[in-house]
């Protein structure tokens, strides 16, 4: 019987519990968790006192924004806490210090804190202001909610009109792994479960290249964000649609990626480079902003034998995806990941990053593309937003992790790794060879 169940605000859903293993997995290294982050790049200093009303008024709105995670049993909830405490930082850069220099001490401290589940705010608002340079980081923990999800808190926060914020709601049905099991009858589940079974031992045929040193500890994650201008974007869009087609560009920016860490390290281990990358179950125009993780895993494999030849890569991971479609594959995950949130955290990790085959790390990078995020147009609290990043926590290995976004046309690649197992001179070797890859410039 689960005791304190007045105190209990939500169960976590299966595609929570997905999030949750990945926390668990980072925390046993003695990280931070799960934690992600947004950060908006503004033009001016924005109306503190404004900002603070409207983040006040979203916490109102979304009491599960100050929730805590406890286990209750086996199971996992969010749950009320019986005081409240800070969730919005101003962090203002004396003349004194270097602005640069203060803005990424600030973003490495918040996205390094060590805090217990039990206790860490699910969701904080960080404004990071100076004389030449402002950021907003909104920073959340994954079993909170999805990337998308992030999007659409900063969207509210953003949004002027009162009525319009009310469009913003809870979710008014059950979990969307649940919603889409439920269209299947018992046999369909049960064929499903097996097709997912045999596609994830399909791909532990190959063992996965790995460029993380295995016996080196992770101390903290750092990042480095690039820009690039609107005609290499453009270039890249057009050369994305000619390579994998309209709706196949995450697919181009993950075959870049391997064939950029297959150029600089080809000694490296391993038979292929596999990538775990989100599929979203969410409705286009959903606008419910919080309220759990709407995604479930998928992956992009590519025999290292067909690297060096960019048609055949391109056309592979291609066949891939029409496979996933074709087969429903995406679909096949959903009964894997509802029975694996009955699983402990311990067991639900093993599963999900090591191989069957070899009892190795399946993930030889993470990846994210969020397109182009909805906040054109919007105007935060009298500052234009003029570009933004986001930046996630990560196992190790792999320690490494790809995530991009267009904003203004332009095209902004965060790279997100641990140090020591990398550093900052080979992040800027591999982002040189990875444009050189998105603009098909040969060797």
Same mark, same amino acid.
């Given at each position: 019987?689960?005791?304190?169940?007045?105190?209990?605000?939500?169960?976590?859903?299966?595609?929570?519990?997905?999030?949750?293993?990945?926390?668990?997995?980072?925390?046993?290294?003695?990280?931070?968790?799960?934690?992600?982050?947004?950060?908006?790049?503004?033009?001016?200093?924005?109306?503190?006192?404004?900002?603070?009303?409207?983040?006040?008024?979203?916490?109102?709105?979304?009491?599960?924004?100050?929730?805590?995670?406890?286990?209750?049993?086996?199971?996992?909830?969010?749950?009320?806490?019986?005081?409240?405490?800070?969730?919005?930082?101003?962090?203002?850069?004396?003349?004194?210090?270097?602005?640069?220099?203060?803005?990424?001490?600030?973003?490495?401290?918040?996205?390094?804190?060590?805090?217990?589940?039990?206790?860490?705010?699910?969701?904080?608002?960080?404004?990071?202001?100076?004389?030449?340079?402002?950021?907003?980081?909104?920073?959340?923990?994954?079993?909170?909610?999805?990337?998308?999800?992030?999007?659409?808190?900063?969207?509210?926060?953003?949004?002027?009109?009162?009525?319009?914020?009310?469009?913003?709601?809870?979710?008014?049905?059950?979990?969307?792994?649940?919603?889409?099991?439920?269209?299947?009858?018992?046999?369909?589940?049960?064929?499903?479960?097996?097709?997912?079974?045999?596609?994830?031992?399909?791909?532990?045929?190959?063992?996965?290249?790995?460029?993380?040193?295995?016996?080196?500890?992770?101390?903290?994650?750092?990042?480095?964000?690039?820009?690039?201008?609107?005609?290499?974007?453009?270039?890249? &869009?057009?050369? +994305?649609?000619?390579?994998?087609?309209?709706? $196949? #560009?995450?697919?181009?920016?993950?075959?870049? %990626?391997?064939? @950029?860490?297959?150029?600089?390290?080809?000694?490296?281990?391993?038979?292929?480079?596999?990538?775990?990358?989100?599929?979203?179950?969410?409705?286009?125009?959903?606008?419910?902003?919080?309220?759990?993780?709407?995604?479930?895993?998928?992956?992009?494999?590519?025999?290292?034998?067909?690297?060096?030849?960019?048609?055949?890569?391109?056309?592979?991971?291609?066949?891939?995806?029409?496979?996933?479609?074709?087969?429903?594959?995406?679909?096949?995950?959903?009964?894997?990941?509802?029975?694996?949130?009955?699983?402990?955290?311990?067991?639900?990790?093993?599963?999900?990053?090591?191989?069957?085959?070899?009892? &190795?790390?399946? +993930?030889?990078?993470?990846?994210?593309?969020? $397109? #182009?995020?909805?906040?054109?147009?919007?105007? %935060?609290?009298? @500052?234009?937003?003029?570009?933004?990043?986001?930046?996630?926590?990560?196992?190790?290995?792999?320690?490494?992790?790809?995530?991009?976004?267009?904003?203004?046309?332009?095209?902004?690649?965060?790279?997100?790794?641990?140090?020591?197992?990398?550093?900052?001179?080979?992040?800027?070797?591999?982002?040189?060879?990875?444009?050189?890859?998105?603009?098909?410039?040969?060797?």
């Amino acid at each position: 019987m689960i005791k304190n169940t007045i105190n209990i605000i939500q169960k976590l859903n299966p595609a929570d519990c997905f999030t949750l293993a990945m926390d668990e997995e980072i925390r046993q290294e003695g990280m931070p968790g799960s934690l992600c982050g947004f950060a908006l790049e503004l033009s001016i200093t924005p109306d503190i006192e404004a900002l603070s009303v409207r983040i006040e008024e979203f916490i109102r709105n979304f009491p599960l924004s100050t929730a805590s995670l406890q286990q209750r049993g086996k199971q996992f909830y969010w749950c009320k806490r019986e005081s409240s405490y800070q969730t919005f930082f101003h962090h203002p850069c004396s003349e004194q210090e270097d602005e640069e220099l203060f803005h990424c001490n600030i973003i490495d401290n918040v996205i390094n804190h060590l805090e217990p589940r039990e206790t860490i705010a699910p969701i904080e608002f960080h404004l990071i202001t100076g004389n030449k340079k402002n950021v907003f980081l909104l920073r959340w923990i994954h079993p909170f909610c999805d990337a998308r999800g992030a999007d659409l808190i900063l969207k509210y926060l953003c949004t002027e009109s009162e009525s319009e914020r009310q469009l913003f709601d809870l979710p008014k049905t059950e979990s969307l792994v649940n919603l889409q099991l439920k269209k299947y009858k018992w046999w369909q589940k049960i064929s499903l479960f097996i097709k997912g079974k045999r596609y994830i031992e399909q791909l532990d045929q190959l063992q996965s290249i790995i460029h993380a040193p295995q016996d080196i500890a992770p101390e903290k994650l750092s990042m480095a964000v690039f820009r690039l201008s609107e005609e290499q974007t453009q270039t890249i &869009t057009a050369l +994305s649609r000619k390579h994998v087609g309209l709706t $196949g #560009t995450s697919l181009y920016y993950i075959g870049c %990626f391997m064939r @950029a860490l297959n150029k600089i390290e080809p000694e490296k281990a391993g038979d292929a480079y596999c990538v775990p990358y989100a599929f979203n179950l969410r409705k286009q125009k959903s606008i419910s902003p919080v309220l759990g993780n709407h995604v479930c895993a998928l992956f992009a494999q590519a025999p290292r034998t067909i690297l060096n030849n960019r048609e055949k890569l391109f056309n592979h991971l291609k066949q891939q995806n029409m496979n996933v479609i074709r087969q429903k594959l995406d679909y096949a995950f959903l009964p894997i990941m509802w029975a694996a949130s009955w699983l402990s955290l311990k067991k639900h990790g093993e599963h999900l990053r090591q191989s069957f085959r070899s009892n &190795t790390e399946r +993930s030889s990078f993470w990846f994210s593309d969020i $397109g #182009t995020p909805d906040l054109s147009g919007h105007p %935060f609290f009298n @500052a234009d937003i003029t570009q933004l990043f986001h930046l996630c926590q990560v196992t190790s290995p792999p320690g490494l992790a790809l995530l991009n976004c267009q904003y203004n046309k332009q095209l902004t690649l965060s790279y997100n790794y641990i140090e020591p197992l990398f550093n900052k001179k080979w992040i800027e070797k591999l982002h040189k060879q990875v444009v050189k890859e998105l603009l098909e410039i040969p060797d």
